[in-house]
């Protein structure tokens, strides 16, 4: 581990720095994030994960008058996947792989960097990527990439406390950002490529102790463990690599889980592979399992449900009704209900060609001739998804659900043999995709390029698109609404959109000059409202001129 501290540029600037730099975040104000627009206290904004600002500064009227604040640029030049949360004026932000920065969130000037040692047992299948960091008093939480889970004090970056919770050379990585809930930090494993045993763990914010673990994968005596065959559960994957959200009157926990293992070759896994591709839900204090849904059964074409599970209270059938909103990998959008996990409604946001429907319980309908053979069989959606981890939206001001999928995009899945050994991959095939370099232009025949990124605005109570953004590209990244009807999101060829929520219509886009990986933030410090961005290895912030 090695700390920087950078020299402020005034006195006043040092006395306003250390009053900023020591947060206080109290449970209290995580329940109520929402009520303190000015700060970003959480991955998802709020426990709600609705990804909704009330900040009203920027407008569509006025949104093409946005212009650069400042740039940060990383030391690392690996890009950057992380959400960054804002605390009192200060942002504190994960540079890749596992450094943490904290900023002056009017100027980009760095306050202090932590830059943690990664251990070289880490095993990664996807990038040396981080996705951010949770807070609870003066603490920031991270995960790392070798397992680790450190806690750091917000005023000067020193290490607090630092526990493995998972071996690395068994391929057990946190991606995540954490989840603070009362007196625990809640993180899980990725690892879903590598045959971990995938779980949801809580730890004591002050010592880091473990208070409770669910096994995404059960074990013998546990429910839902005949619905693996053999001894396949050891190695079942199910890792839980993005955040998840929370509902403080219900006391639970919900969160997406990935993969089974091996990804394409279930030949070994007999079984709906229990709880892989599921949300579960958990009770806060215990992590006891209240109900789960299973999104793909005995998945075999690597359609993790890792997604942000969106909670919000609408009107359902003339009553309100507590539900979560759910853009799903395998290409279908789902509404469930919170209380009970009950199947509300379901219905494809993209071209899908491996189920023929959605039963009355919200259990797909395999079409014939889907699963993966040695040959290889072309499907719809491809590998990547109708969408992926990349954060959504919600915005109880237009009712309408806001997803980046990736649209007309097809993947080709073929299986093969493959024997589980300790820290190396474990995928039991390949996937071949159709999607093309980095494109800048218009594009004839969006198939025929192997599909290209989108927003899509869906209203939950049908189901159906209300409107779509169509990008030349594909996209990876998160989406940010606000009060006044302004949507917030980006694209890998580098543009930064500002749209207009209720119609899609563009209102301004920025060139960041690199891919964009992560999600928007919008904060204000000193009565100036702002909107900030990670592409590729540095952090972007905008306000109006």
Same mark, same amino acid.
């Given at each position: 581990?090695?700390?920087?501290?950078?020299?402020?540029?005034?006195?006043?600037?040092?006395?306003?720095?250390?009053? =900023?730099?020591?947060?206080?975040?109290?449970?209290?104000?995580?329940?109520? #994030?929402?009520?303190?627009?000015? @700060?970003?206290?959480?991955?998802?904004?709020?426990?709600?994960?609705?990804?909704?600002?009330?900040?009203? %500064?920027?407008?569509?009227?006025?949104?093409?008058?946005?212009?650069?604040?400042?740039?940060?640029?990383?030391?690392?030049?690996?890009?950057?996947? #992380?959400?960054?949360?804002?605390?009192?004026?200060?942002?504190?932000?994960? %540079?890749?792989?596992?450094?943490?920065?904290?900023?002056?969130?009017?100027?980009?000037?760095?306050?202090?960097?932590?830059?943690?040692?990664?251990?070289?047992?880490?095993?990664?299948?996807?990038?040396?990527?981080?996705?951010?960091?949770?807070?609870? !008093?003066?603490?920031?939480?991270?995960?790392?990439?070798?397992?680790?889970?450190?806690?750091?004090?917000? &005023?000067?970056?020193?290490?607090?406390?630092?526990?493995?919770?998972?071996?690395?050379?068994?391929?057990?990585?946190?991606?995540?950002?954490?989840?603070?809930?009362?007196?625990?930090?809640?993180?899980?494993?990725?690892?879903?490529?590598?045959?971990?045993?995938?779980?949801?763990?809580?730890?004591?914010? #002050?010592?880091?102790?473990?208070?409770?673990?669910?096994?995404?994968?059960?074990?013998?005596?546990?429910?839902?463990?005949? &619905?693996?065959? !053999?001894?396949?559960?050891?190695?079942?994957?199910?890792?839980?690599?993005?955040?998840?959200?929370?509902?403080?009157?219900?006391?639970?926990?919900?969160?997406?889980?990935?993969?089974?293992?091996?990804?394409?070759?279930?030949?070994?896994?007999?079984?709906?592979?229990?709880?892989?591709?599921?949300?579960?839900?958990?009770?806060?204090?215990?992590?006891?399992?209240?109900?789960?849904?299973?999104?793909?059964?005995?998945?075999?074409?690597?359609?993790?449900?890792?997604?942000?599970?969106?909670?919000?209270?609408?009107?359902?059938?003339?009553?309100?009704?507590?539900?979560?909103?759910?853009?799903?990998?395998?290409?279908?959008?789902?509404?469930?209900?919170?209380?009970?996990?009950?199947?509300?409604?379901?219905?494809?946001?993209?071209?899908?060609?491996?189920?023929?429907?959605?039963?009355?319980?919200?259990?797909?309908?395999?079409?014939?001739?889907?699963?993966? &053979?040695?040959?290889?069989?072309?499907?719809?959606?491809?590998? %990547?998804?109708?969408? =992926?981890?990349?954060?959504?939206?919600?915005?109880?001001?237009?009712?309408?659900?806001?997803?980046?999928?990736?649209?007309?995009?097809?993947?080709?899945?073929?299986?093969?043999?493959?024997?589980?050994?300790?820290?190396?991959?474990?995928?039991?095939?390949?996937?071949?995709?159709?999607?093309?370099?980095?494109?800048?232009?218009?594009?004839?025949?969006?198939?025929?390029?192997?599909?290209?990124?989108?927003?899509?605005?869906?209203?939950?109570?049908?189901?159906?698109?209300?409107?779509?953004?169509?990008?030349?590209?594909?996209?990876?990244?998160?989406?940010?609404?606000?009060? &006044?009807?302004?949507?917030?999101?980006?694209?890998?060829?580098?543009?930064?959109?500002?749209? @207009?929520?209720?119609?899609?219509?563009?209102?301004?886009?920025?060139?960041?000059?690199?891919?964009?990986?992560?999600?928007?933030?919008?904060?204000?410090?000193?009565?100036?409202?702002?909107?900030?961005?990670?592409? =590729?290895?540095?952090?972007?912030?905008?306000?109006?001129?």
């Amino acid at each position: 581990m090695r700390l920087r501290r950078f020299a402020l540029l005034t006195l006043a600037g040092l006395v306003i720095a250390a009053a =900023n730099l020591n947060a206080q975040v109290t449970d209290e104000r995580l329940l109520h #994030a929402a009520q303190e627009p000015q @700060n970003w206290l959480t991955y998802s904004g709020t426990y709600s994960s609705q990804r909704y600002s009330t900040l009203d %500064q920027i407008t569509p009227a006025n949104a093409k008058n946005l212009e650069m604040q400042w740039v940060f640029q990383a030391d690392s030049l690996q890009k950057m996947e #992380a959400t960054p949360i804002v605390v009192d004026g200060v942002m504190y932000v994960t %540079q890749a792989p596992n450094d943490v920065v904290a900023l002056d969130a009017r100027m980009g000037r760095a306050f202090w960097t932590y830059q943690y040692d990664v251990s070289p047992e880490a095993r990664l299948c996807c990038g040396s990527v981080n996705r951010g960091l949770a807070i609870h !008093g003066n603490t920031l939480f991270m995960g790392t990439v070798d397992g680790h889970l450190v806690a750091l004090d917000a &005023t000067s970056g020193r290490v607090v406390w630092n526990i493995e919770i998972a071996d690395p050379k068994l391929g057990y990585s946190i991606t995540e950002a954490p989840l603070v809930v009362k007196d625990k930090v809640i993180v899980g494993p990725a690892g879903g490529e590598y045959g971990i045993r995938g779980f949801i763990a809580a730890y004591n914010v #002050a010592t880091g102790k473990e208070v409770w673990k669910f096994y995404t994968v059960p074990g013998p005596g546990e429910p839902g463990h005949d &619905t693996w065959a !053999g001894d396949s559960w050891k190695h079942g994957s199910a890792g839980t690599w993005n955040t998840g959200s929370f509902d403080p009157e219900l006391n639970t926990i919900y969160w997406g889980t990935g993969n089974p293992g091996p990804d394409w070759n279930a030949d070994t896994r007999v079984g709906d592979n229990l709880y892989s591709c599921s949300v579960v839900a958990l009770d806060a204090d215990t992590g006891k399992l209240k109900w789960y849904f299973q999104f793909s059964p005995h998945d075999t074409h690597d359609w993790d449900s890792a997604n942000i599970p969106v909670l919000a209270d609408i009107d359902w059938n003339g009553s309100k009704r507590k539900v979560i909103l759910w853009a799903n990998r395998n290409g279908f959008f789902y509404v469930l209900d919170r209380n009970t996990g009950k199947f509300l409604l379901g219905n494809p946001f993209v071209h899908e060609t491996w189920a023929a429907g959605l039963d009355r319980n919200g259990r797909p309908i395999p079409a014939p001739n889907t699963q993966p &053979t040695v040959e290889g069989v072309k499907l719809y959606p491809g590998m %990547q998804g109708g969408t =992926n981890w990349y954060s959504p939206s919600w915005s109880p001001r237009t009712g309408l659900f806001y997803i980046s999928a990736w649209k007309d995009y097809f993947s080709v899945f073929s299986k093969l043999p493959d024997d589980y050994f300790a820290g190396r991959s474990y995928f039991g095939g390949a996937t071949k995709s159709a999607v093309p370099p980095i494109r800048r232009g218009p594009i004839n025949n969006w198939t025929d390029a192997g599909g290209h990124g989108a927003v899509v605005a869906i209203d939950p109570h049908t189901g159906k698109q209300k409107w779509v953004f169509n990008m030349y590209d594909v996209t990876d990244s998160g989406i940010l609404t606000t009060a &006044t009807n302004v949507l917030f999101t980006g694209s890998r060829e580098g543009y930064f959109w500002a749209l @207009n929520a209720e119609t899609g219509a563009p209102l301004w886009h920025a060139t960041t000059g690199g891919q964009i990986s992560s999600a928007p933030v919008t904060y204000r410090v000193d009565g100036k409202q702002y909107v900030a961005i990670s592409a =590729n290895h540095a952090v972007f912030a905008f306000a109006l001129r």
